[in-house]
């Protein structure tokens, strides 16, 4: 069974920077196209950035050229470095492995990122 161990959450003031890590165990990682999630107090979970087998990335547009997603097969683990934070991102960040068939997610317990400004 997959676990996934989120990492790196903090409070930061906006124009900061963040590094959020997840430990991935259970699975073949290199198989899997992962992705971090956020939630923020009153609204839905959203995608925020996923990072394909082949390490394709993709992006919500909210954060596009201020996030960047990777991973590392050897270490079976997947960062997101978070760099000119604005209190709008404030939310609980998720990370998340997508099934082999695209169709499910599973998540982590999340970590809390909080931006102060």
């Known amino acids: 069974q997959v676990q996934l161990v989120e990492s790196g959450g903090g409070l930061v003031q906006a124009g900061g920077s963040l590094r959020l890590s997840c430990a991935a165990s259970?699975?073949?990682?290199?198989?899997?196209?992962m992705g971090w999630y956020r939630q923020a107090p009153g609204k839905q979970r959203e995608l925020v950035a996923t990072?394909?087998?082949?390490?394709?990335?993709d992006y919500a547009d909210s954060v596009k050229g201020r996030f960047t997603i990777s991973r590392d097969n050897a270490k079976n683990t997947v960062d997101l470095a978070m760099n000119s934070l604005k209190p709008e991102d404030t939310a609980v960040y998720y990370c998340a492995k997508r099934s082999l068939d695209g169709s499910t997610w599973s998540w982590g317990q999340g970590t809390q990122v909080t931006v102060s400004s």
């Open positions: 259970g699975i073949i990682f290199s198989f899997f196209t």
């Open positions: 990072i394909s087998r082949g390490s394709s990335t």
